[in-house]
T-cell receptor, first 114, second 111 residues
């Protein structure tokens, strides 16, 4: 079945450092790919998405490119801030189940130090 | 604009007691509705989803159940809670845009 694998955390960075969180997926067909972010004590919110190969999603300085050849959707940010400390989830949504289910990775916790 | 409400925010219940978590969506019609569980240090597990009133699909066999008595209302229930039911429960909705919008979550502790 469909699955998402993302790097284990926690990831600890200093402010203004470069961030990469790796995400790979397994899916049949052509899934849509997402990054969601969860701030402490809150629900998840969409950070960015890409719906087809070579699309780049971007938001708030974060970027991720849909790479079909490597089945990857790595999250990057050039300069992180303390306010970026959160848990980041990679996710996919495929049409195999009528497009009704979103499959999430285990999440990667990011700590950014001042 | 669309909003999603989920309550209660925090719940502490003894083993064997019943559970009812409620979720409502405003500002949209016929949404797809979902219940996810996030156990401590783990990712999100899809428990139930619904594409219409009275239509419930279960992803994980367990002692939980879900109901959708109205178009924009989704309820998660249990007759007898287990210790392993502790976790952070998230309700979400989506339309054709494929994006999930989550509620603030309900933290359940079973003692």
């Amino acid at each position: 079945g469909d699955s998402v694998t993302q790097m284990e955390g926690p990831v600890t960075l200093s402010e203004e450092a470069f961030l990469t969180i790796n995400c790979t997926y397994t899916a049949t067909g052509y899934p849509s790919l997402f990054w969601y972010v969860q701030y402490p004590g809150e629900g998840l919110q969409l950070l960015l998405k890409a719906t087809k190969a070579d699309d780049k999603g971007s938001n708030k300085g974060f970027e991720a490119t849909y790479r079909k050849e490597t089945t990857s959707f790595h999250l990057e940010k050039g300069s992180v801030q303390v306010s970026d400390s959160a848990v980041y989830f990679c996710a996919l949504r495929s049409g195999n189940t009528g497009g009704f289910k979103t499959i999430f990775g285990a999440g990667t916790r990011l700590f950014v130090k001042a | 604009s669309q909003t999603i409400h989920q309550w209660p925010a925090t719940l502490v219940q003894p083993v064997g007691s019943p559970l009812s978590l409620e979720c409502t969506v405003e500002g949209t019609s016929n949404p797809n509705l979902y219940w996810y569980r996030q156990a401590a240090g783990r990712g999100l597990q899809l428990l139930f989803y619904s594409v219409g009133i009275g239509q419930i699909s279960s992803e994980v066999p367990q002692n939980l159940s879900a109901s959708r008595p109205q178009d924009r209302q989704f309820i998660l229930s249990s007759k007898k809670l287990l210790l392993s039911d502790s976790g952070f429960y998230l309700c979400a909705w989506s339309s054709g845009a494929n994006v999930l919008t989550f509620g603030a979550g309900s933290r359940l502790t079973v003692l």
